[in-house]
Nanobody
Framework: QVRLQESGGGSVQPGGSLKLSCATSGFIYVNYCLAWFRQVSAQERDWVASLTTAPRTTTYADTVKGRFTVSQDDGKNFLFLQMNNIKPEDAGTYYC????????????????WGQGTQVTVSS
């Protein structure tokens, strides 16, 4: 059973940085997708960034490209999201998600989710 647990959220000023972590375990397949989604209130979860494991590729939403970096540790136990030059519109609850195979943008295709970590942006 795949397990995901996010951490690292908090309050940050515009222009600041945060690094989110997602502890991952239980994967039994070689090729899988790990992604970050953001949700504001009851709105739909928006895709932020993805990482595929085989081959190792990363993709980003246009709104975060050049500011956020998604990565995985060498032991494949953690997924990270380095958030730089944070903007007010980056605020929300960030979820780590996983699925076997490729990385769609629609959250409905992801089979495993963490509990989320909150990011607040205020001056």
């Amino acid at each position: 059973q795949v397990r995901l647990q996010e951490s690292g959220g908090g309050s940050v000023q515009p222009g600041g940085s945060l690094k989110l972590s997602c502890a991952t375990s239980g994967f039994i397949y070689v090729n899988y997708c790990l992604a970050w989604f953001r949700q504001v209130s009851a709105q739909e979860r928006d895709w932020v960034a993805s990482l595929t494991t085989a081959p190792r590729t990363t993709t980003y939403a246009d709104t975060v490209k050049g500011r956020f970096t998604v990565s995985q540790d060498d032991g494949k136990n953690f997924l990270f999201l380095q958030m730089n030059n944070i903007k007010p519109e980056d605020a929300g609850t960030y979820y780590c998600a996983a699925r076997a195979g490729d990385c769609p943008l629609d959250p409905a295709y992801f089979t495993s989710w963490g509990q989320g970590t909150q990011v607040t942006v205020s001056s």
